[in-house]
């Protein structure tokens, strides 16, 4: 494949044009940024898919300490403090910023922004935009923001393969279009690349969010954080279509039970019932399912008629598969949908190698510990953008570098890891399939092929699960399931995933990529 080496004068590049990639655009106004999507803008965003919304402390009977108090506790010991009392205190100044873009939030009869509720929140502090497709709105408004901002270039379906790194630091991407491989020299390049959910065979994300920012910067020396931590939506409508249609956490804010093929309401003695934390309430239905029972989700007493006038996304989406949640209850199962790991960063945003930024699902700041608390992670993505922002602003630009490269990956697939990262990597885990999940990307991993980047990603989640010990969060261990005294983050780079590997026992073609 030739290789067309282009002058972007050393302006900055934002891989991903979900929300995160697009509030940083916005937010660099007017320095010049290049902004690259993967696909066209708008498909193949997970934010485009989110139902539920953003959480802030808009409340009368609400505050950000109140809001601190219940991330913290969903967090289960490994929240950083500081950053996530910096998000929840700036959160509301977000919504009304993206109001100010022209995001339209729903509102009750008065005027004021009706506040939905959720899981493990204390308070309603929700706030929706089209109901159940606040996603779909967001993304809406910010790509017509971002088309009117002269500023930034956007350059649709390209997607990036490698970051360049020279000396240590930042030196330029290598992305592929329709016409063939491109080099950019730049010395800022921030991640925004979205979740890993495409590494499995149930996931509420699309198939191209398999961790390709996480892959990016493992490739190129990065760390990487907490990387153990997935979080499954309790609540993806049961139904053959990929990815998973989400039936959101607000329905059961609004009172909808779980219950099993019997009528039974198994977290009826859980604190917190449906709404206890998503890893407690994911786990309950998974041994539901794996001991032989359906599961379905019933909003008929707490809604009934009224379902499709607060839900009618999720109404078309059932109605879809042949179910009248008015009528009928609505089959379930867990679903891969958040990331709490990711690229380790900073306050603003700065990875552990010069020249990298992320923001979004695809780096980890310590808001969300071990478990994300529901509709925080759109809040992050659009508080931390303005400092990632603020922070690439003020990096000053390295000087041009001619670039080449003699290898250009081939496009990813994950189509072959799926059964293995669901079967070791799922909801609940244990040593034994985590070992063979090592055994079998490993090779994969030193491959060169279609698979080896996902498989990066999947290998570093597998023996980041391994070297965690305990069950705390969204990772529970059968094997260990006691939680620590301690909480302690993890840390990991690839050379460290690979010698973790080679080191259970099997060999493999690797040595080239630990020099």
Known sequence: MSLDVRDIGGVPVIIGAGLAGLMTALHLAPEPVVLLSGASLARQTSSTFAQGGLAASLGADDSPDMHLADTLAAGNGLCDEATARRIVEAAPKAIENLERLGVAFDRDPDGALRLGLEAAHSR?????AA???TGRELVRALIAAVRRTASVTILENMEARRLIVEDGQIAGLLAVGARGAV???TSRVVLATGGIGGLYCDTTNPPAAFGHGLALAASAGAELADLEFVQFHPTALDVPRRPMPLVSEAVRGEGA???NERGERFLADTPGGELAPRDVVARAVWQQLTAGHRVFLDARQCLGPKFGKRFPAITRLCRQAGIDPANAPIPVRPAAHYHMGGVAVDAAGRSSLE????CGEVACTGLHGANRLASNSLTEAVVTAAWVAESVAGAAPGQYRRLSSSFVPPRPDTSCLRPVVSRALGVIRDGEALRGAAAAL???VAGNTAASDPAVVALMIAIAALRREESRGSHYRSDFPGRDTDAVESRLTLKMAIQAA??????????????
């Open 124 to 128: 309603r502090r929700i706030v929706h």
């Open 131 to 133: 109901g159940d497709a």
């Open 183 to 185: 080099a950019m020299s």
């Open 257 to 259: 039970m779980l219950i």
């Open 355 to 358: 020249g990298l930024w992320a």
């Open 442 to 444: 490993l090779p994969i």
């Open 502 to 515: 080679v080191a259970l026992g099997w060999r493999a073609p690797t040595m080239e990529l630990l020099t």
